[in-house]
């Protein structure tokens, strides 16, 4: 099979594509393994760009969504049409900006982002309101959990620093790095037992230090935390921290109506069919109702699409997440939707022994990092001036004697120190 | 085999002693332009020969970086076998890969004064093998990343879901963050106080009275050296003989565990007790020692009276250079959430509160992806530890 | 999202004519499932052995990674996709 060398942009860092005014462009996005693997394996169905032309693994770096021809079919294997996603709202070309770190957090915003734009358009005011309590109610695979984490990720985006109690012990780091909630500023409260834990959970919101604190409630939860629930939601109202509540559909009805009570808002969430690949399910349509709403008209619905990080698709080291929300927002669409449903219990097929799971090659969406303390200059295009190698002689030009200049002061708030500089000696020439 | 190939040659036998002691006399003849310097005197070490000077506001003393740069060579002229390759940067990754590419020819390469931006900037073009991971080089290049700017330019999550924290914290190299503080080798200060009990005292309440002031005297000592204190010692003499104390700490729910932070459970004997506590960073502040002490003591039972309270504290220069939690908007809350954990910590007990990290997402199997650390072990949330790695259930890591 | 459950928890599999997992019960709960994909790992043979036989499952209420210990034999609940 020939295969046409084929880069979708001129230059690999300078990514091409619609550009809104006060975002930050996109970035390119490696796929190299990924599609070796694909063709290696489905051949004429593989990924290919929608003229035809196959890519060039693994040197090519492909910047998704930005050519003309992308919204027409990327093959067999795509998990959706790039033309399903609306720019306007997709939340990886239009993400959250983020505010600088020489500013205070932008916690006085009204809302956290679910990281589901039209969720947020719901919501009335954006996403959860900062300054009341929310609720997401839902079965085992109704996909609270990702909605919460994406949520974290939104609040960590607006430079808050979030606690999640884990009641469960089900808590992976990874697919949470994976949904765009960065490690550093996530403190996780694994107690004994879970009274324990809202008495914790309190501490820490007494002191202030947690700008988001997550309760992830296990299933048959002890009826003797009603009133732990009721008075950490006061307190937390209270400080003004944030809280998000994760219920499971079977909690006892008096802390069912504790939640209820606390809540400013309160979502239902109910998966309505699967995503399937074939005959594997990699991914969720879940119906988001808002059964209550301070800040807005309760009783509306969407219908978000949530895809997963396929658990043997880490060890082939390929891909990201998709999440979008669908365009549309009523449950008429799920009919035409490529959802199938609850699978129905049926013969089962042939076995296949041994078969690696399908990888998903999809988009990021994570919410950009916090601003830098400077605007990061653009890396320097590299073909129109030669590349400094360590290994080349130092040109002269820039490695001129410093001027000794001070350097700038960086606006900040707080105990910001002015990066010191530094200088190293190299004792004997050693390789880098 | 090099015998082999080279059988004419003269082959020296190493001398690792002499290497280190030579290289011990250049950093104390750099140590004269600044006590900020840092130095690996490990022969073994990969980092030897390398010397980290923090030449922040040294401009009044030596001059402008080119002169101090030229009298510091000079210095260690002699010393060394040959001359000395320099280079200056913003942060402390910067600074050395400017260093290892001066030659015979620019003996100096200074990455322009600045910030983060303009150490990306400089750094973008250069082969991404520089980043301080080779057991990630030829993941990189299956990825089609070539030079730092490549990782630079992915969003930060996505390099954390794919490569682990190792490399989250490679894509804030690239992009001119790091908050690796220098590691001065000025030797730490210990500086100590005591206070006899007459008559002798066994109300927590007096206890940390007295705790109070020696708290506050050997903060200010610290505080006019310049210094912070990383480690706080509290000893209990008690009266007469025979067991003095339950020890331990009262760890809920759980088998009594060293404090989080602890150095070790509290050393007890008959008569005498020793508490130590790791603090979240080196402070000279009276009052957030005092209260982390306080509440050390109030998870232990005393069931004798107390003549004697000694307080050491280890001294060390406050971290110096820039730290990667300033580059984020959480920083300004960063510090304090620390100190605050730490406390909740020993209240709650040291299985509570849990940071977490990404060792390698490509491990086939799930626990073998990331690593959990227990809170308040000695170092700061946002930053790169090494904090001592426990899995939840209490196994070790693997 | 998905569930990870560190403890990875023992659970009873009630398994079809090929051999793989048709219903799952844990904690009271009892699920009939079908089997989505599935693959094998197997590493360690010089150290502790680890084999193990991993099934993605849906059935009505959730969507769960199980896997049967090839050591022992035992059947375990390792994720649920939320």
């Known amino acids: 099979m020939t295969t046409t060398p084929a880069r979708l942009n001129a230059n690999s860092t300078a990514p091409s594509g619609p550009v809104r005014a006060g975002h930050p462009e996109p970035s390119p996005e490696p796929l190299g393994s990924a599609l070796a693997r694909l063709e290696a394996r489905w051949g004429s169905a593989a990924i290919r760009l929608g003229n035809g032309a196959q890519i060039d693994v693994p040197t090519a770096i492909i910047h998704a969504r930005t050519t003309p021809d992308a919204t027409a079919t990327l093959g067999a294997l795509a998990l959706a049409p790039l033309s399903d996603l609306d720019p306007a709202t997709d939340p990886v070309t239009v993400p959250r900006p983020s505010p600088s770190p020489g500013s205070a957090p932008d916690l006085a915003a009204e809302a956290v982002s679910t990281g589901f734009p039209t969720l947020d358009a719901l919501l009335g005011t954006g996403g959860l309101p900062r300054r009341a309590g929310a609720t997401l109610r839902g079965d085992a695979s109704s996909g609270k959990t990702t909605l919460a984490l994406r949520s974290v990720a939104g609040a960590q985006a607006a430079g808050g620093i979030v606690a999640w109690l884990d009641g469960g012990r089900t808590f992976d780091p990874l697919e949470a790095a994976a949904r765009g909630v960065d490690l550093r500023w996530l403190v996780v409260l694994r107690p004994a037992e879970v009274g324990e834990g809202l008495r914790l959970a309190g501490a820490l919101v007494s002191g202030r230090a947690v700008d988001l604190l997550v309760l992830d409630l296990p299933p048959r939860l002890a009826l003797t935390n009603e009133a732990l629930l009721r008075r950490l939601a006061a307190h937390a109202r209270r400080i003004g921290v944030q809280l998000l509540v994760l219920e499971p559909l079977d909690l006892a009805a008096a802390l069912h109506g504790a939640l209820a009570e606390a809540a400013g808002v309160r979502l239902e969430l109910e998966r309505v069919g699967w995503l399937r690949l074939g005959r594997d399910v990699v991914g969720q349509r879940t119906a988001v109702t808002v059964s209550k709403n301070h800040f807005g008209p309760p009783g509306r619905q969407v219908e978000l699409e949530i895809h997963y990080l396929d658990d043997g698709e880490r060890g082939a080291g390929v891909a990201r997440l998709l999440d979008a929300a669908m365009d549309g927002s009523s449950m008429a669409d799920a009919t035409r939707a490529t959802a199938t449903g609850p699978p129905k219990h049926r013969r089962p097929h042939p076995r296949h022994d041994l078969k690696p799971p399908t990888p998903l090659v999809t988009i990021d969406h994570a919410p950009p990092p916090p601003r830098l303390a400077q605007p990061l200059a653009p890396p320097r295009a590299g073909p129109t001036r030669p590349a400094l190698d360590a290994d080349s002689a130092a040109r002269p030009g820039r490695s001129a004697v410093g001027s000794g200049q001070r350097p700038r002061p960086q606006p900040c708030r707080g105990t910001f120190r002015r990066p010191a500089r530094a200088a190293a000696g190299g004792g004997a020439p050693t390789r880098p | ?398 | ?82």
């Open chain 3, 1 to 82: 999202m998905t569930r990870l459950l560190g403890q990875q928890p023992r659970i009873e599999v009630d398994l079809d004519a090929l051999g793989r997992p048709a219903r799952l019960r844990w904690e009271g709960w009892s699920e009939p499932v079908e089997v989505c994909n599935q693959w094998r790992i197997e590493e360690a043979w010089w150290r502790r052995p680890i084999r193990r036989d991993y099934f993605k499952v849906a059935g009505p209420r959730l969507l769960a990674l199980v896997y049967r210990d090839g050591v022992d034999g035992t059947w375990h609940l390792e994720r649920v996709f939320d």
């Open chain 2, 1 to 398: 085999m090099a015998h082999r190939l080279v059988p004419e040659a003269t082959f020296l036998e190493a001398d690792p002693g002499a290497y280190a002691t030579a290289f011990e006399a250049v950093l104390e003849a750099l140590a004269a332009f600044t006590p900020a310097i840092e130095g690996e005197t490990d022969p073994t070490a990969p980092a030897f020969g390398r010397a980290l000077l923090g030449i922040e506001g040294l401009d009044r003393l030596w001059g402008d970086e080119a002169t101090l740069t030229a009298r510091a060579r000079a210095a260690v002229a002699a010393l060394l076998p040959a001359a000395a390759r320099a280079g200056i940067g913003n942060t402390r990754f910067g600074a050395g890969v400017a260093a290892s590419m001066a030659r015979e020819a620019t003996a100096l390469v200074t990455i322009r004064a600045g910030g983060a931006s303009e150490e990306a900037a400089f750094l973008a073009p250069l082969p991404i093998r520089l980043l301080p991971a080779p057991e990630l080089e030829g993941r990189f290049a299956l990825f089609g990343l070539r030079r730092i700017g490549d990782l630079a330019a992915l969003p930060r999550s996505a390099v954390v879901s794919r490569f682990g924290t190792l490399g989250g914290e490679l894509h804030d190299l690239a992009r001119g963050l790091d908050g690796r503080p220098l590691r001065p080798r000025r030797p730490i200060e210990r500086l100590r106080a005591e206070a006899e009990l007459d008559p002798p005292v066994d109300q927590l309440d007096s206890l940390r009275f007295v705790l109070h002031h020696l708290a506050g005297a050997l903060c200010e000592q610290l505080a006019a050296r310049g210094a912070g204190a990383g480690r706080a010692v509290v000893e209990l003499d008690f009266e007469g003989p025979g067991p003095a104390i339950l020890g331990g700490s009262r760890a809920r729910g759980s088998e009594p565990a060293a404090p989080s932070g602890a150095a070790g459970p509290p050393d007890s004997t008959a008569t005498s007790l020793r508490i130590e506590q790791i603090l979240p960073e080196p402070v000279a502040q009276a009052d957030l020692v005092e209260r982390l002490l306080v509440a050390r003591l109030e998870a232990t039972t005393l069931t004798a009276p107390v003549i004697r309270l000694a307080l050491e504290l280890d001294g060390r220069v406050p971290q110096a250079g820039s730290q990667l939690g300033l580059f984020t908007p959480q920083s300004a809350n960063a510090a304090r959430l620390d100190w605050q954990l730490a406390s909740l910590a020993i209240r709650f007990g040291a299985t509570s509160l849990w940071r977490v990290r990404i060792a390698d997402p490509e491990a086939s199997l799930s626990e073998a992806r990331t690593i959990w650390a227990a809170v308040g072990e000695g170092t700061a949330l946002g930053s790169a530890g090494e904090a001592a790695m426990h899995q939840p259930s209490g196994k070790r890591a693997p």
